[in-house]
């Protein structure tokens, strides 16, 4: 594993959310979003929000770690020397933030070749970053400074789950979520990348997803495992490099909710 400097890397990440802060805020709620669709069949909307923050924080990693990789949903690949590699989605919840909704953010992380060590989710508009990974597991919004710790170990029937379904996923991926859905207390809609937050906050239980890219999964797994939960595929292997994943805020929760999941996988 490359040397990591964590205190350089935390400054780094801080520095990219401010930049993505600054080009995004700008355009939510206002009527010059120069929405687009990437989809010839269907809908994946990107924005003139989502390329400016790129490039904004892409401008900062240039001038602050010019070694390092950079993976980025809307400028792809940029190859690095020094065995690190920031994983960037500028706006995480594109539908969310066309729509006016608060549940999108910005995904910031760094990987090593074995997946991510430092994860960032930061919310703009209502002013809540949170953070983890390299002895990091922190928040900061509206109420302050806190540490983040997920929840503790409720059975699956007391459990609330968050998804981005029924959006996304094959028929099968959705039957297997709706069959994890009947077995908890409580399912919420269409968060993004909130909902990881949130279970690293320790409001939540689980999110189950389908149809990830790296760029969607990395920055929630570091955060989560540093708040002391869990993220697998749904076969209970490594999940980022995208398609299905499973978070949980504790082992037996993600047990519980993965011998459903493997029945779909």
């Known amino acids: 594993m490359p040397e990591i400097d964590a ?3 935390l400054r780094t990440a801080h ?6 802060r600054s080009a ?5 709620r206002t009527d010059k979003l120069g929405t687009a669709n990437k989809l010839d069949d269907g809908y994946d909307p990107v924005t003139e929000a989502d390329k400016g923050a790129e490039r ?3 401008a900062v990693l240039a001038e602050m770690r010019p070694d390092d990789a950079i993976i980025g949903e809307e400028y792809g690949v940029s190859a690095g020397s020094s065995g690190l590699t920031w994983v960037l989605d500028p706006i995480d919840g594109t539908r969310g933030f066309v ?3 608060p549940t999108w953010g910005v995904l910031i992380a760094l990987n090593t070749d074995d997946g991510p060590v430092f994860g960032m989710i930061d919310q703009p508009y209502i002013g809540e970053r949170f953070w983890g990974g390299l002895g990091q597991a922190q928040m900061t919004g509206p109420h302050g ?3 983040l710790k997920t929840k503790g170990s409720a059975p699956l029937s007391e459990a609330i789950l968050f998804t981005t379904f029924p959006e996304v996923g094959s028929a099968q ?5 709706e069959a994890v859905s009947e077995q908890v207390q409580l399912t919420r809609y269409g968060m993004d990348c909130y909902a990881y937050a949130l279970l690293a906050a320790g409001q939540i239980d689980l999110v189950v997803e389908a149809g990830l890219s790296n760029y969607d999964i990395c920055a929630p797994i570091a955060l989560i495992e540093a708040a002391g939960g869990i993220v697998t595929d749904w076969k209970g292997g490594p999940a980022h490099e995208g398609g299905r994943a499973l978070a949980a805020a504790n082992h037996a929760q993600h047990a519980a909710a993965l011998a ?5 996988a």
């Open 7 to 9: 205190d350089k890397i």
């Open 15 to 20: 520095a990219l959310a401010e930049a993505a």
């Open 24 to 28: 995004v805020l700008p355009f939510f």
């Open 56 to 58: 904004a924080m892409r």
């Open 99 to 101: 729509s006016g909704t």
């Open 145 to 147: 400074a806190r540490a």
């Open 173 to 177: 991926e959705r039957a297997g979520f």
């Open 260 to 264: 459903i999941l493997r029945e779909f």
